[in-house]
């Protein structure tokens, strides 16, 4: 969500023609707006599996590193979907409504609410898109099956690889406006 506001609110505010006279390239300015959601997001995640873990007594039987891993890759992701928004728009308005309109559906189309495996088969096509359906079932994996790196990696690979693709996205529509 942070991020889908950085780049907008930059240009809505006239900051963003402010860019362009730094000896900032576009690569540096991606990295500058990822960070703070790249850093705050992992944070949140943890907070929300201690809770699962000690509040709700959630038993954690896989492997915490191979979690923790993807956890930051799942954030990646996202800020790069994020930022993707961000850079399409013009306003913070826009940036929401953009966020809103691609959150919903790809919350309903995770699995997070009815399965994946139930859902039409384009539905399902368009849901391996979909960052949060991937880090449901390596979440699942790792605290109810004891699943290792090894066992996460069909799940994780496409994370990765929607991380790169957002955030080349992200890169070249900002490149773009930057010429």
């Known amino acids: 969500g942070i991020s889908a506001l950085a780049l907008a609110t930059e240009r809505e505010l006239g900051t963003f023609d402010q860019l362009l006279v730094t000896p900032a390239n576009y690569i540096e300015i991606i990295i500058a707006k990822s960070v703070p959601s790249l850093l705050l ?63 919903v559906p790809m919350m309903l189309m995770s699995g997070f609410s009815s399965p994946v495996e139930n859902m039409p088969k384009f539905m399902q096509i368009l849901a391996e898109a979909i960052p949060n359906k991937h880090v449901l079932l390596i979440l699942q994996g790792t605290f109810l ?27 070249i529509i900002v490149r773009s406006k930057l010429r």
Request: net charge positive.
């Open 41 to 103: 997001g992992p944070l949140l995640a943890l907070f929300m599996v201690a809770v699962a873990i000690f509040g709700f007594k959630i038993p954690f039987t896989g492997s915490f590193p191979a979690m923790l891993f993807s956890i930051y890759v799942h954030v990646f992701a996202c800020v790069g979907i994020g930022l993707t928004i961000s850079a399409m728009c013009d306003t913070q308005q826009q940036a929401i409504m953009g966020m809103f309109t691609l959150m």
């Open 145 to 171: 099956k004891g699943q290792t790196f090894v066992q996460i990696l069909p799940q994780l690979i496409p994370l990765i690889i929607i991380g790169f693709v957002s955030m080349t996205v992200a890169t």
